[in-house]
C-alpha cells in the first residue's frame, strides 16, 4: 500500500507561481511511476505530467509544456511539480498518482493508476 500526501496549492494571480509537494509512504518510491493529474469542475480529470522512475524522462499534457516541470527526489520519497506563468485556466484540484511498474515508465491514463492522492486546490485569480 502507498500513501500520496499532497501539499502546496493555494490562491496565485495569474502569471505566478507554485511548487506542489507528493510525499509517499509505504513502498519503495523509486519502484513507482509517478505523476499529476487534474480536475476543474464539471471536468474529467485529466493528465498534467508524468515523471519516470529513474527521474530521466517526463511527460506532460499539451496544455502545460513548457510552463510546468516534474521532479522527484526519490532519496526523499518526494515529487514535485514547479507551476509557473500560471493562467485562470489552470484553476484545479491536482492530485498526485503513482503506478506500480517493473518498466521506468508507463503512460500514466487514469485507468491504470494504482494510487492517488487526496488533491490539493490550486486556484488562479485573473
Known amino acids: 500500500q502507498v500513501q500520496l500526501v499532497e501539499s502546496g496549492g493555494g490562491l496565485v494571480q495569474a502569471g505566478g507561481s507554485l511548487r506542489l509537494s507528493c510525499a509517499a509512504s509505504?513502498?519503495?518510491?523509486?519502484?513507482?511511476?509517478m505523476g499529476w493529474f487534474r480536475q476543474a469542475p464539471g471536468k474529467e480529470r485529466e493528465f498534467v505530467a508524468g515523471i519516470s522512475r529513474s527521474g530521466s524522462s517526463t511527460y506532460y499534457g499539451d496544455s502545460v509544456k513548457g510552463r510546468f516541470t516534474i521532479s522527484r527526489d526519490n532519496a526523499k520519497n518526494t515529487g514535485y511539480l514547479q507551476m509557473n506563468s500560471l493562467k485562470p485556466e489552470d484553476t484545479a484540484v491536482y492530485y498526485c498518482?503513482?503506478?506500480?511498474?517493473?518498466?521506468?515508465?508507463?503512460?500514466?491514463?487514469?485507468?491504470?493508476?494504482?494510487?492517488w492522492g487526496q488533491g490539493t486546490q490550486v486556484t488562479v485569480s485573473s
Open positions: 509505504g513502498r519503495t518510491f523509486s519502484r513507482l511511476v
Open positions: 498518482a503513482a503506478k506500480v511498474t517493473s518498466t521506468d515508465y508507463v503512460p500514466m491514463a487514469r485507468p491504470i493508476i494504482d494510487y
